[in-house]
């Protein structure tokens, strides 16, 4: 299994990114799929996750700004970030839990984000 994922760039403070994240190889079924982050010399973490059934979850600095969603049909991902801000800034990673009924985590490569004026 493989998580590419793409979409990020340099942004004004005020703008907007669709962050983009594919699933590929022998693929059952997809749990939950989700976003991470890691800031220069900081730790990586939560974004946002959304479940096969159920909510989607959103870590609280990114609540309101951005909107996480799911083509389960094409096992892709995607972050929609608005009213980004310079702390923002950072390697966003998709990640994604697969497997029924034993399931294993698997992470993309990274796409680097950056909001500055």
């Known amino acids: 299994v493989q998580l590419q994922a793409s979409g990020g760039g340099l942004v004004q403070p005020g703008g907007s990114l669709r962050l983009s994240c594919a699933a590929s190889?022998?693929?059952?079924?997809?749990?939950?799929m989700g976003w991470y982050r890691q800031a220069p010399g900081k730790q990586r973490e939560f974004v946002a996750s959304?479940?096969?059934?159920?909510?989607?979850n959103y870590a609280d600095s990114v609540k309101g700004r951005f909107t996480i969603s799911r083509d389960n049909a094409k096992n892709t991902v995607s972050l929609q970030m608005n009213s980004l801000k310079p702390e923002d800034t950072a390697v966003y990673y998709c990640?994604?839990?697969?497997?029924?009924?034993?399931?294993?985590?698997?992470w993309g490569q990274g796409t680097k984000v950056t909001v500055s004026s």
């Open positions: 990640n994604a839990n697969i497997g029924a009924p034993f399931t294993s985590w698997y």
């Open positions: 190889g022998s693929i059952d079924s997809i749990n939950v």
């Open positions: 959304m479940p096969s059934v159920g909510s989607t």
